[in-house]
């Protein structure tokens, strides 16, 4: 069986691996059982593993300020107005993990406006959606707004670096048409 193509570049599957990315796979192996597609990018020397570092800073580590389903539910708005499928997919799922109620989540990924959320969780996903819309008209109500929900000011950072990190992966895998995993 020929090995499916898991995005549009024409580029040859790769056998070899450097060390640092072969540790990302392995640890990805661990976590979900197989490598994500996104790991098998042709990055250049060094940088996947910078790049996945980083994400992995914001939504895994033991350190974070927001809880896990706060990050979840940032990176799936992101994802959904950026009509990334493999995050949408990935980001779902995660939030069902942290217990999130199935139909809620799949309310978030038809229109988080509907979805019944407390009120900390919609001025977050109202922040990712704006942010990933409307960047350039960015100013300090949006923080104001995050503020009155009762965030603190660096958990208000940590959720601006989500949602950007997010809106940089989305367009990557949107435009190199990166496939979901199976």
Sequence with gaps: MKNKAFSWLRLPARTRFAP??????????ARLGYVRSFLKLPFGPGRLALYQGYLDRLMRSDDALLPGIERELLALVVSVENRCEPCVRTHAGALRKYGMDGAQ????????RRADLKPRQRALADFAWKLTVRPAEADQTWIGSLRAAR????QIFEAAQIVAIYNSNNRLNNVVGLHPNA
Excluded: F, M, Q
Excluded at 20 to 29: G, N, S, W
Excluded at 151 to 154: D, I, M, N, T
């Design 151 to 154: 965030l603190s000011e660096a």
């Design 105 to 112: 989540v799949d309310a978030l990924c038809i229109s988080w």
């Design 20 to 29: 640092d990315v072969r540790k990302l796979h392995a640890e990805c192996i």
